[in-house]
């Protein structure tokens, strides 16, 4: 499984777009870069997908770098229902397991 | 369409009792998880299931066993409840078609053993 990093915590002020950096270096070039988030007290949430060009939906936009070992995630207008832990995931597509990291705690402040 | 549905929501379990919880999904979802997330923690991977009839190990299985005997529903066990076994629990299904397709989790089973 590729390894990743993720700031244990972020801020941001409501309405200001928000940028969740990821490391993954380790990345092997067949895994996809899957983000969840999880708001208080519900389970994980998918937000978003991509394997090396950049994605855009309704939640957010996935950037990722060119050499594929990095990866942010944009939240182009924080507001106070995206406080939650965010967490990404490399995962390889003919692989059964899912496995999630401490992800990142992000506090919107209004 | 209830998506996936975790049974019961809150449960209190004193040390050596035994209990069941049980995961339902409506969406004929090939893969079925659990997994469980202790204070200010990620979520850790106990057990999966890529089919009806099959289960696997993930990181975190001591303790827990687990069942699938339908392709609805996932089971999971604990056998003598310890106070280490105090978590919430997350059952996520995904489907087989796509090899990227998102997992989607219940609300969670939040157990205490005392």
């Known amino acids: 499984d590729a390894k990743t990093t993720q700031p244990n915590s972020m801020e941001s002020n409501e309405e200001e777009p928000v940028h969740l950096p990821c490391n993954h270096s380790?990345?092997?070039?067949?895994?996809?870069i899957h983000w969840y988030r999880q708001l208080p007290s519900q389970g994980p949430e998918y937000v978003i997908h991509?394997?090396?060009s950049n994605v855009n939906n309704r939640m957010a936009s996935l950037a990722i770098a060119e050499d594929r070992k990095s990866s942010t995630l944009i939240l182009h207008r924080a507001t106070l229902r995206d406080a939650a832990v965010y967490y990404c995931?490399?995962?390889?597509?003919?692989?059964?397991?899912?496995?999630f990291g401490p992800g990142t705690s992000l506090s919107v402040i209004p | 369409n209830a998506g996936v549905t975790q049974t019961p929501k809150f449960r209190v379990l004193k040390t050596g009792q035994s209990m069941t919880l049980l995961c339902a999904q409506d969406?004929?979802?090939?893969?079925m998880y659990w997994y469980r997330q202790d204070p200010g923690m990620g979520l850790r991977l106990i057990h999966y299931?890529?089919?009806?009839?099959?289960?696997a190990k993930g990181e975190v299985p001591d303790g827990y066993n687990v069942s699938r005997l339908k392709k609805q529903n996932f089971l999971l066990g604990l056998e003598s409840a310890a106070p280490s076994q105090t978590s919430v629990y997350f059952c996520?299904?995904?489907?087989?078609?796509?090899?990227?397709?998102?997992?989607?989790f219940g609300n969670g089973t939040r157990l205490t053993v005392t």
């Open positions: 996520a299904s995904r489907e087989l078609t796509g090899d990227n397709s998102p997992l989607h």
């Open positions: 969406m004929n979802h090939e893969y």
């Open positions: 995931i490399p995962r390889r597509a003919s692989y059964d397991k899912v496995i």
């Open positions: 299931s890529v089919g009806e009839g099959t289960t």
């Open positions: 380790t990345i092997s070039g067949t895994d996809y």
């Open positions: 991509g394997l090396t």
